[in-house]
């Protein structure tokens, strides 16, 4: 089993939203992003769930410090997922 690594907000966002993409292929995203089979399956499940606002790293921080994404972080993040489900369809 593979232990996970430490990864950013806009990370845990591209990794969740590739899963998707890939029809929620776990051990490929575990094998393409490096990390655990466990982050993976709980980043997907909260951005089903909740939106990319819910794979926050909000330790130790207050409910008013809670970290947003710029507009043009939104834009890139979309434009990634478009190109992996094209990736997908077109394969």
């Known amino acids: 089993m593979k232990d996970g690594r430490k990864t950013t907000k806009i990370e845990r966002i591209e990794i969740a939203e590739w899963t998707i993409a890939k029809n929620k292929q776990y051990a490929a995203a575990m094998k393409h992003f490096n990390v655990s089979h466990g982050q993976v399956y709980s980043w997907v499940r909260k951005y089903e769930q909740h939106g990319p606002e819910a794979l926050a790293d909000r330790r130790g921080?207050?409910?008013e410090q809670k970290g947003e994404l710029t507009e043009n972080e939104k834009k890139d993040l979309e434009i990634?997922?478009?190109r992996?489900?094209?990736e997908y369809v077109s394969s």
Do not use: H, V
């Open 84 to 86: 992996a489900r094209l």
């Open 80 to 82: 990634k997922r478009l």
């Open 61 to 63: 921080k207050n409910k």
